[in-house]
């Protein structure tokens, strides 16, 4: 019998040859590839023979036989694998689906809603089980239609409109609030806000809470002090060089988003400020307690955020009915140094 090792040119091993290396019928190769019981004697003549043959296991096909249609799959859509905050939750939401014996796939989409179209319908139509969605805000209809297509969705990091789908968020507005209330007892009173694209749900929510923040506390809005629609750390270094040149400059900064605060510090460490002018960013970065100062940021757990919103869609996956679900988790603040300068005098 020639070999059946899928290499180039050769077709790869089906079920079939092994059954007829192994001298069995092929419901026996099903049964041992579906880890259903069969004698231990048959079971090792049947994994011999799929070793010898280099068999792999049709996971789509097999899945398509299921009663369930199940595929044992998971599609993650995140804004952007590459930022630290994208990299941690993809972690906590593979080590969740990896408990349950999932396999979880994987996009960005730049917060571009062409891509994450694409990304919705590639991963649908490969069957995944459920998806977890950092959305765009800009293609709800296309979340509701997968769920009522019967894939299971939950949006994690922002809201949506989509009526059907759940949610993992956490609080924004309040991390925010807590952060201007801290400068705001360190003396300063002109605190300047670095914000994301308007587009973002969370973006929103922070500019938001840093607006109740000032009114909270007795301080004024200065709306030269803003600048919103910043993506990236380079936007926002040269807004904060921009701000940190005006006559009456900020004394501290709360920055939106992480890569924000990335370009922020930039702009403090290339003018010699950043133990001068304080600093609280969103969401905390890799190394930020090595620098000097350390930087204090609003943080999130990534961890529970992934696992929460894994749970949810597994909870769908079991059966769960009812209405959409918000879950809203807290933030807690880590004061590092650059958030606890005080203002300076006058």
């Known amino acids: 019998m020639p070999s059946q090792h899928n290499d180039t040119g050769r077709r790869p091993a089906t079920m079939r040859d092994v059954a007829t290396m192994a001298g069995v019928g092929i419901a026996t190769v099903s049964r041992v590839v579906n880890g259903k019981p069969v004698t231990p004697d048959l079971a090792e003549r049947v994994k011999r023979a799929a ?95 997968a769920h009522r297509a019967g894939t299971p969705v939950v949006c994690v990091d922002r809201r949506t409109s989509a009526s059907e789908v759940d949610t993992v968020t956490v609080d924004n507005r309040g991390g925010v609030r807590a952060a201007v209330r801290s400068l705001f007892e360190a003396g300063h009173r002109r605190i300047a806000f670095l914000g994301d694209l308007r587009s973002i749900w969370t973006a929103e929510e922070r500019h938001m809470g840093f607006v109740e923040g000032l009114a909270g506390v007795g301080c004024v809005l200065h709306p030269s002090l803003v600048r919103r629609g910043l993506h990236g750390a380079e936007a926002a270094q040269e807004a904060a060089r921009e701000l940190l040149a005006l006559a009456h400059a900020p004394t501290a900064f709360v920055s939106g988003q992480n890569l924000l605060t990335v370009g922020a510090r930039r702009a403090l460490q290339e003018l010699g400020l950043q133990r001068r002018v304080a ?55 880590l004061a590092r140094g650059s958030g606890e300068l005080s203002a300076p005098e006058g």
């Open 279 to 333: 600093l609280i960013g969103f969401d905390d970065l890799p190394l930020a307690d090595l620098l000097e100062p350390g930087l204090s940021v609003i943080a999130q757990d990534h961890d529970v955020i992934g696992r929460e919103a894994a749970g949810l869609l597994f909870e769908r996956l079991g059966g769960e009915v009812g209405p959409a679900r918000h879950r809203v988790l807290p933030t807690r603040y």
């Open 51 to 145: 070793e010898s043959l280099g068999y792999r296991q049709d996971l789509t096909a097999s899945s398509l036989r299921r009663a369930d249609r199940r595929t044992s799959t998971l599609g993650l859509v995140l804004e952007d694998a590459a930022n630290p905050f994208s990299a941690a939750l993809h972690r906590a939401v593979e080590d969740a689906a990896a408990e349950r014996g999932m396999l979880l796939l994987a996009g960005s989409t730049d917060e571009d809603p062409a891509r994450e179209r694409d990304l919705l319908r590639t991963f649908t139509a490969r069957r995944v089980d459920g998806l977890i969605v950092v959305p765009t805000g800009r293609n709800d209809a296309d979340l509701d239609a």
